[in-house]
C-alpha cells in the first residue's frame, strides 16, 4: 500500500527523529545533521570520525526521507542510499518526523558528558604530531574504556574533532590524545599553533565500541600513523590486566621523522616479555626497518597461518580496510578483528 505523501519541514522548523533501537526521541534543527543533534542533547549514536569515511554511523531509515548530504563512496554507497540507508553525521530530515535504525547498537546507553579540561601539557613529538595532555577540571575524572575516543571541543572549530585516548584509563585521571596536524584541519591548527599549558576547553563523550577481541590467540596491533592511539591504549590495558599471549604491535609511517612514542614501545617491552613491536617506514630509506614496507604486506609475509589470531587495527579508512582484507586473507577470523577508522580531517562547513 502506498504510503501518503508527507510535506516537507518549514525552513525554519525543527524534525522529529526517532532512534528505532532504543527509543531515543529528540529535535533536529533545520540545516543540522542528525548524528550533531543527537549528540548536542546528550543522545548517544554509535559513529567515529564524522566525516563520512568511516561508515560507523550508518543508519536505515525506517520512516521518512533525508539529505544525504557528502560522503566517501566507501562509506556508503548509492546502491545503500537507494535502499534507505545513510549516514547520520551528514544526513539531514526533509520530513518532519523520521524513523532511523542504527545498524550499531548505540555504545551505552549513559547521557554524553561534557567537561572542562585545562592543558597540562601540549608537546610536540614529530612535525606533525603533538602529545595533549588534559587535566579535568574542579577533581572531576572521565571515566572511559581503552578503544575509546572524545571530541576535542575547541573555540570557533566546528564541528568538534574526534580524538583517542592514547594510553589505558590512568590512575591520575589525566587524558592522553596524539593530535596529527593536517594542512586543511581546524582543530589540529588550533592545538598546534594556539593551544598552551594552562589553557581551558571541553571535551564530551566518551564514545567508542573498539575494544580488545575475545580470544586466547596472538593478537596484531597495526597502527597507522596516529592509528597508533587506541592500538596503544588497548595493548596496555591488556599487558596491565595481566595478558600472556603474544603482543605484536606494528607501527607504519611515511618516513622516520613521523616516527613517535618509541618510549611507550620500549618501555611496554622492557616490562612485558610477551611484548613486541615494529616500526614500518613506507616511503624512504629508514634506520629502522631494512625495506620500505606498506602494514597489509607485513601481515602477507609475517610466516604462518593467523587462524585463531586477533588484530586491533587503527588508522584512516583505507589503511584499516586493506589491512582487514589482508588478516582475512591470512585466516583471522572477520569477528576478531576490531577497528578504529577516521578520516585525516573532517570537511570544513
Known amino acids: 500500500m502506498s504510503r501518503p505523501a508527507v510535506d516537507p519541514p518549514s525552513p525554519d522548523a ?3 527523529v526517532r532512534v528505532q533501537n532504543n527509543g531515543a526521541t529528540f529535535e533536529v534543527p533545520p540545516g ?30 525506517l520512516e521518512g526521507k533525508v539529505d544525504h548530504g557528502w560522503a566517501l563512496g566507501f562509506a556508503i554507497t548509492e546502491t545503500e542510499k537507494a535502499e534507505g540507508y545513510c549516514l547520520t553525521c551528514q544526513a539531514k530530515p526533509l520530513t ?3 524513523t532511523i535504525r542504527t545498524l550499531r547498537p548505540p555504545d551505552g ?3 554524553v558528558r561534557e567537561l572542562g579540561v585545562m592543558v597540562m601539557a601540549n608537546t610536540p613529538l614529530t612535525p606533525r604530531v603533538s602529545r595533549l595532555v588534559l587535566a579535568p577540571e574542579a577533581g ?6 581503552a578503544g575509546d575516543f572524545v571530541e576535542l571541543v575547541l573555540p570557533g572549530v566546528t564541528p568538534n574533532r574526534m580524538y583517542s585516548f592514547a594510553s ?14 593536517h594542512p586543511h584541519g581546524s582543530a589540529s591548527g588550533y592545538v598546534r599553533d594556539k593551544l ?13 565500541s573498539c575494544r580488545m ?97 586477533r588484530a586491533v587495527i587503527g588508522g584512516s579508512p583505507g589503511f584499516v580496510q586493506a589491512c582487514v582484507q589482508a588478516c582475512v586473507a591470512r585466516g583471522m577470523a572477520a569477528e576478531a578483528i576490531a577497528t578504529d577508522s577516521f578520516t585525516p580531517t573532517a570537511p570544513q562547513a
Not at 548517544?44 to 554511523?57: D, I, K, T, V
Not at 572531576?140 to 574504556?145: K, N, T
Not at 598552551?196 to 576547553?201: A, C, E, L, Q, S
Open 14 to 16: 525543527c524534525a522529529t
Open 32 to 61: 543540522q545533521s542528525i548524528l550533531d543533534a543527537a549528540l548536542a542533547k546528550g543522545i548517544r549514536l554509535p559513529h567515529q570520525c564524522r566525516g563520512a569515511s568511516c561508515g560507523e554511523c550508518k543508519a536505515q531509515v
Open 96 to 98: 518532519p518526523e523520521l
Open 109 to 111: 546507553s549513559d547521557p
Open 140 to 145: 572531576d575524572r572521565l571515566a572511559h574504556a
Open 168 to 181: 589505558a584509563p590512568r590512575d591520575d585521571g589525566l587524558i592522553e590524545l596524539y593530535v596529527a596536524r
Open 196 to 208: 598552551r599549558t594552562g589553557d581551558h576547553v571541553a571535551l564530551r563523550g566518551p564514545f567508542g
Open 213 to 309: 577481541p575475545e580470544g586466547r590467540g596472538p593478537v596484531y596491533g597495526l597502527a597507522g600513523g596516529t592509528g597508533l592511539a587506541p592500538v596503544l591504549a588497548i595493548f596496555e590495558h591488556s599487558l596491565q590486566s595481566g595478558a600472556t599471549h603474544p603482543h605484536t604491535l606494528v607501527l607504519s609511517v611515511r618516513e622516520d621523522e613521523e616516527v613517535f612514542a618509541l618510549d611507550r614501545l620500549a618501555g611496554l617491552a622492557a616490562r612485558h616479555p610477551q611484548f613486541a613491536y615494529e616500526i614500518l617506514v613506507t616511503d624512504a630509506p629508514s634506520r629502522f626497518c631494512a625495506r620500505q614496507q606498506l602494514a597489509p604486506e607485513w601481515v602477507a609475509e609475517s610466516g604462518s597461518s593467523m587462524d585463531g589470531a
